[in-house]
């Protein structure tokens, strides 16, 4: 994607204001908080001349407990 500088400094700038205003009451809103994130971690990819589609980026926290089995192996390994 070409963006111009200064276009994507824009664009950054609009998505942090939304995020600044974004108040989270459910998991959409949540949701809605990591994607705005993300666009701003491309944008900034965009920004340093990398493609930011494919810029590596922090994987999703889980949700939940672990699965049983890797719990028993943690209990193994010791």
């Not at 965009?46 to 589609?53: K, P, Y």
């Amino acid at each position: 994607m070409t963006l111009s500088r200064r276009c994507a400094e824009t664009l950054i700038d609009l998505v942090e204001i939304k995020l600044s205003c974004l108040e989270i009451t459910d998991r959409e809103d949540q949701r809605e908080k990591e994607l705005l994130q993300r666009c701003v971690q491309e944008l900034t990819a965009e920004l340093r001349g990398e493609n930011g589609a494919l810029a590596n980026f922090a994987a999703p926290k889980r949700r939940g407990r672990r699965p049983k089995h890797l719990q028993f192996h943690e209990l193994h390994v010791a």
